[in-house]
């Protein structure tokens, strides 16, 4: 074996160690939820529905879990800025994982419609309340049990603002529209089209407004803030979120798809 297959075998063990070592339930105690992920598989392929949504909803915690690891571990490397924007999107990969399936459940089936949209919505509004109230307030107490002053950038402060209203305004538009005397459905989807594509052009726009031209406005102030040592390399990080990202995205379809015999059997309404 030549010197550089040799290399190539020992990056290859390293990585696999490193793996193992994230899913290790020794190592943390929410790994322990991983069991439910070959249940899942087993119940899904022998028809078993109801005990695959179960599995499938449990095994997708720790998932998450390791996104967010791998994530972390990332974000180390890549700056306040990009480290941020990556835990921003990656934070919420579940929710637009579920969402996805179940929009396309609801395209191949149309008697689970109604089903699989109150999926995506419950899905979105859980995201959003989560991140604008659990999140938000655990940083509050949080950073003020640490600091007894904090200090923002009153820049950044505007235009997180003026992002907040601008979804909020977003999501009231097509259900006004909808509400509204003479109100169609196609109407309303035409609307709810431009809608995505005004807030995807703003998004970009926030993000070269945060990575380009005001970047030093987003840096942390590193008199105040300490820095954690990573824990394994970049490679082996970007291996466990493909990973993981993947499982999750499996998990996510058995759940989706087992949703209707998950209500009939459980008698969930």
Not at 213 to 222: E, K, L, M, N, V
Request: proline share 3%; hydrophobic share 50%; charged share 10%.
């Amino acid at each position: 074996m030549s010197e550089s297959e040799t290399e190539l075998v020992e990056e290859v063990e390293e990585v696999i160690e490193k793996l193992v070592d994230s899913f290790n339930p020794f190592h943390n105690r929410l790994n322990w939820l991983l069991l439910a992920l070959p249940v899942a598989v087993y119940a899904q392929h022998s028809g078993n529905m109801a005990l695959a949504f179960a599995a499938s909803m449990v095994a997708i915690m720790p998932l998450a879990f390791l996104m967010g690891k791998a994530t972390e571990e990332i974000a180390l490397r890549t700056g306040e800025a990009i480290g941020g924007l990556l835990n921003a999107t990656f934070g919420n990969a579940v929710e637009m994982i579920i969402a996805m399936f179940a929009l396309y459940a609801a395209s191949q089936n149309p008697q689970v419609v109604e089903t699989m949209v109150t999926v995506t919505q419950a899905s979105l509004i859980g995201s959003i309340l989560g991140n604008l109230l659990l999140v938000l307030g655990l940083s509050m107490v949080w950073g003020g049990l640490k600091h007894p002053s904090q200090v923002f950038n009153s820049q950044v402060g505007h235009m997180n603002g003026s992002l907040l209203l601008l979804a909020i305004v977003a999501m009231i538009i097509p259900t006004a529209a909808h509400y509204a005397p003479g109100g169609t459905l196609a109407g309303v989807t035409t609307i709810s089209h431009y809608t995505a594509i005004i807030l995807l052009i703003v998004y970009a726009l926030s993000l070269l407004f945060q990575l380009k031209t005001h970047a030093g406005d987003f840096a942390t102030d590193t008199q105040h803030h300490g820095h954690e040592t990573p824990l394994m390399t970049i490679r082996d990080a970007w291996v466990l979120l493909i990973i993981a990202t993947g499982l999750v995205s499996w998990m996510a379809h058995t759940l989706v798809g087992s949703i209707e015999s998950a209500v009939d059997e459980y008698h969930l309404p």
